[in-house]
């Protein structure tokens, strides 16, 4: 199964992406945390990314879709992935679609969780993430047992740099124009299916579980 989270940021893609990755025994990459990695450990293509990151910019394609090669051609890929963050663009897509056909591969489904503009403010700039495992959590949605500690790992938690009012604001703007065609690359192509991403995060799961199963091989999910 070759999934991809579709959705503006805040959507709860990386919450969901993590979890569906246990349920479904696949790998979970996410652009996202691979440039953060990146960023922290000082690599060349961290540098790189650092100031776009940090203005709510896309990284250029280039080094993105490099950085994505190399991770979708690790041997855990074998029964697929679930994608989070990236395409961001239709270049990328088509990337990413180019990258798989060399393989005989295809992308099998494409969940796009829509969010509205308050709930994704209101989301991000609580958003509290985990410095040793990435964990998510909420200041208020989501809240962890020990203030700024991770419940599973102990792990310090800090807010994104670009959990910012106003990267907020340039990540909404860059996705509407960057990254909501995407809506309608995927829907031509009979992959899209679009879900509420405002409700319960359990709930929003089982939909994309129940999903996930109808279009997979029942001896694989
Ligand atoms: P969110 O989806 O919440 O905005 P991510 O963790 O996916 O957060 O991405 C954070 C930042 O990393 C983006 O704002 C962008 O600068 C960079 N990034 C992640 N994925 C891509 C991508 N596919 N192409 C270009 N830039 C990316
Ligand atoms: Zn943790």
């Known amino acids: 199964m070759r999934m991809i989270l579709l959705g503006p940021p805040g959507a ?10 246990q349920k479904l025994d696949l790998p979970h990459i996410s652009t996202g945390d691979l440039l953060r990695q990146n960023v922290s450990q000082g690599t060349n293509l961290g540098k790189q990314a650092k100031d776009f990151m940090n203005k709510g910019a896309l990284v250029p394609d280039e080094l993105v879709t490099e950085m994505l090669k190399q991770r979708v051609t690790q041997p855990d890929t074998g029964n ?9 663009n239709i270049n990328q897509a088509k990337a990413l679609d ?6 005989n591969d295809a992308i099998d489904i494409v969940i796009y969780l829509d969010s509205s503009e308050p709930v994704i403010i209101q989301r991000l700039s609580g958003r509290l993430v985990c410095s040793a495992c990435g964990g998510n959590f909420h200041a208020a949605n989501m809240p ?13 938690l800090y807010q994104r740099s670009d959990d910012k009012p106003q990267t907020i604001k340039k990540r909404l703007q860059v996705y509407l124009e960057e990254s909501s065609p995407l809506i309608q690359y995927y ?33 694989k999910v």
């Open 98 to 103: 180019d990258m798989l056909k060399e393989r």
């Open 12 to 21: 709860g893609k990386g919450t969901q992406a993590k979890t569906l990755a």
């Open 144 to 156: 962890p047992k020990v203030n700024m500690i991770c419940d599973n790992c102990q792990g310090k």
């Open 187 to 219: 829907n031509d192509k009979h992959k899209l299916y679009r879900l509420s991403a405002d409700e319960d995060k359990d709930v929003v799961l089982s939909r994309i579980i129940d999903l996930a199963k109808e279009h997979n091989d029942p001896h």
């Open 80 to 88: 697929g992935f679930i994608l989070d963050g990236y395409p961001r």
